[in-house]
């Protein structure tokens, strides 16, 4: 087998175009990756502006729905009120949704009260038996 010695000239030149497809093929995997994170950034923006959008054409239809509605002098009448309290000859306005809202506060508060309570008797039992405990010796 004969030893093969490569020239300089052919050396360098294999140096140089090595270096320049090396030089290309990262500028390109650069660029790739570049354009994948683009792609994924405007794909994600896409579904959130289409997901307004639909969140909107909801809040259309119902404005729609709203306006037709308020075409109607019945439920104009009906609307005004609910909603500031005006009456006709002889009716009275009751306001029930703060006796809802006082109905839950009631609630949350016999809630507390009957934790309050369950404790104070475990506690009331707790003690009653140490002290019959400490009788019994």
């Not at 790739?32 to 307004?52: D, F, H, R």
């Not at 308020?70 to 005006?86: G, M, T, V």
Request: charged letters at 35%; hydrophobic letters at 40%.
């Amino acid at each position: 087998m004969a030893n093969k010695r490569i020239s300089r000239r052919r050396r360098r030149r294999i140096l140089i175009i090595g270096s320049v497809c090396i030089f290309f093929f990262v500028v390109f995997c650069i660029n790739v990756v570049n354009y994948s994170y683009k792609i994924i950034k405007l794909t994600s923006e896409q579904a959130a502006l289409e997901k307004q959008l639909d969140e909107l054409k909801t809040e259309k239809e119902r404005l729609d729905v709203e306006i037709k509605k308020l075409q109607d002098p019945e439920y104009i009448a009906n609307f005004a009120r609910e909603e500031y309290l005006y009456t006709r000859e002889g009716e009275y306005v009751i306001k029930i949704d703060q006796a809802e809202d006082t109905i839950e506060e009631i609630k949350k508060e016999n809630t507390k009260y009957k934790y309050i309570i369950v404790g104070s008797i475990a506690f009331l039992v707790i003690i009653s038996l140490a002290i019959r405990k400490k009788d019994d010796k």
